[in-house]
């Protein structure tokens, strides 16, 4: 109520949300921060639309509702091991054993789950402490001793890869129940068409009421705040853009719900990074270890927590794909998990300089590799050509970073 009262002055002072003069301002305020180098997502959006286009172009069924089901169900497990190479990076670190990590917890899910006849969710919750462990040894390995995180996760790229392959055994492929709940959580639970709809309508009114309280706040203390326009207008597309995304995926078998916890995790880590004293010592850390000292952080904890949460996010996702796939094998992790991870994660926009990135750089950045995975496959190209786009548009991104970067410094020191 108090931050309704704190928005009724502004609000008669522009005239309405909706005026010219309003939708002016939010405009030219965007032009300055583009100008001043401060993209944001903007270039994958582009990316991502003019890779639709092409591929739609090409061949018809790309767009279609039952393809883009497919392709949202397809982002879910990487996309969760993408979030934890963004809390890694923001940091300027790197974690190159993900994919080993995500692939000791299929392991531990099937072997607990199937031959040890366990509860699913205590072989869920054993899968999930083991990457949480494997992330508090590379903490401690990293804060005690001060070995670069390359070598600390080379090393147990390749150590956890052989634990993986041990703890399946012999056997070597570990099928799960495909009328268990696990399973039937990753393949075929999907929401009802109104549930979607009430979903986008309270995600659109969440963000509105986030923004706004925010706002008002910056407004009552004299500090320079978002537009109320710009707030409405973002609200109104994102909304729109909601409503139009479930209606068609709708056309199918609608919003799987897996997909949607992956969702749920980019909005909890979001909130996290941005609305908590962690999430702003994390991206101090980030733009200034030194300088963070100085203000009191405590450097080692943060860095702790962002590699226990990097292992404990690959290992949700391990889990996730074992799900999808109904089963874990050698091969689990293996292959490109860990190359598409990381590089959805620089591609969404992540800084490799460490200190910049958001969580929503995971879901574009997985959108893109995904997209261009299910395109060429489409196309009934080989993996090989994959392999090869996928290294172009992960250069052209970190090439954007690093022109965007340099293009900030010029802007800060002028």
């Given amino acids: 109520m108090n931050a309704g009262k704190d928005l009724a002055p502004q609000l008669e002072s522009e005239g309405?949300?909706?005026?010219?003069?309003?939708?002016?301002?939010?405009?030219?305020?965007?032009?300055?921060?583009?100008?001043?180098?401060?993209?944001?997502?903007?270039?994958?959006?582009?990316g991502l639309v003019v890779i639709w286009a092409i591929f739609q172009a090409l061949n018809p069924v790309f767009l279609s509702s039952t393809n883009l089901v497919n392709l949202t169900m397809q982002c879910a497990a990487i996309g969760t091991i993408a979030l934890g190479i963004v809390l890694v990076l923001l940091v300027g670190e790197i974690d190159l054993s993900v994919g080993s990590v995500s692939g000791l917890a299929a392991a531990?899910?099937?072997?607990?789950?199937?031959?040890?006849?366990?509860?699913?969710?205590?072989?869920?919750?054993?899968?999930?402490a083991a990457g949480a462990l494997v992330g508090l040894l590379y903490g401690f390995l990293y804060t005690r001793f001060?070995?670069?995180?390359?070598?600390?996760?080379?090393?147990?790229?390749?150590?956890?890869?052989?634990?993986?392959?041990?703890?399946?055994?012999?056997?070597?492929?570990?099928?799960?129940?495909?009328?268990?709940w696990i399973v039937q959580f990753a393949q075929q639970w999907y929401l009802p068409a109104w549930a979607s709809y009430l979903v986008a309508g309270a995600t659109a009114a969440a963000y509105a009421w986030i923004r706004l309280r925010r706002a008002a706040q910056r407004s009552a203390a004299n500090l320079v705040s978002q537009s109320y326009v710009e707030i409405g207008v973002r609200?109104?597309?994102l909304l729109a853009?909601?409503?139009?995304?479930?209606w068609y995926l709708n056309l199918s078998r609608g919003v799987g719900v897996m997909f949607l916890f992956f969702l749920v995790l980019v909005v909890i880590l979001d909130i996290a990074l941005t609305r908590t004293r962690w999430g702003r010592a994390v991206y101090a850390v980030g733009g200034s270890v030194d300088a963070s000292r100085r203000a009191g952080i405590r450097v080692d904890r943060i860095y702790i927590s962002v590699f226990m949460l990097c292992s404990t996010l690959a290992a949700v996702g391990g889990v996730l794909a074992a799900?999808?796939?109904?089963?874990?094998?050698?091969?689990?992790?293996?292959?490109?998990?860990?190359?598409?991870?990381?590089?959805?994660?620089?591609?969404?926009?992540?800084?490799?300089?460490?200190?910049?990135g958001t969580a929503f750089a995971a879901l574009l950045g997985i959108f893109v590799i995904q997209?261009?995975?299910?395109?060429?496959?489409?196309?009934?190209?080989?993996?090989?050509?994959i392999f090869m786009i996928t290294g172009i548009v992960l250069v052209l991104a970190v090439t954007v970073d690093s022109l965007s970067r340099r293009k900030r410094t010029a802007v800060g020191r002028a």
């Avoid at 405009?27 to 903007?42: K, V, W, Y």
């Avoid at 531990?108 to 999930?128: D, E, G, K, M, Y």
């Avoid at 150590?159 to 570990?174: M, P, R």
């Fill in 16 to 46: 309405g949300l909706f005026t010219a003069d309003g939708m002016r301002s939010a405009a030219e305020s965007l032009l300055n921060r583009i100008r001043g180098g401060d993209l944001g997502s903007l270039p994958v959006i582009i």
């Fill in 371 to 385: 997209s261009i995975s299910s395109g060429l496959t489409l196309l009934n190209l080989d993996s090989s050509v």
């Fill in 323 to 356: 799900a999808r796939l109904a089963s874990a094998n050698q091969s689990s992790g293996t292959g490109d998990v860990n190359l598409n991870a990381i590089a959805a994660a620089v591609i969404g926009g992540a800084s490799l300089f460490g200190g910049r």
């Fill in 108 to 128: 531990i899910l099937a072997v607990s789950f199937v031959q040890l006849q366990w509860n699913p969710v205590l072989a869920i919750a054993a899968a999930i």
């Fill in 241 to 246: 853009f909601l409503l139009v995304a479930a």
């Fill in 146 to 180: 001060g070995l670069p995180s390359f070598v600390i996760t080379l090393a147990g790229l390749l150590g956890f890869l052989g634990l993986q392959l041990w703890i399946l055994g012999d056997t070597g492929s570990i099928g799960l129940p495909f009328d268990s």
């Fill in 235 to 237: 609200t109104g597309a």
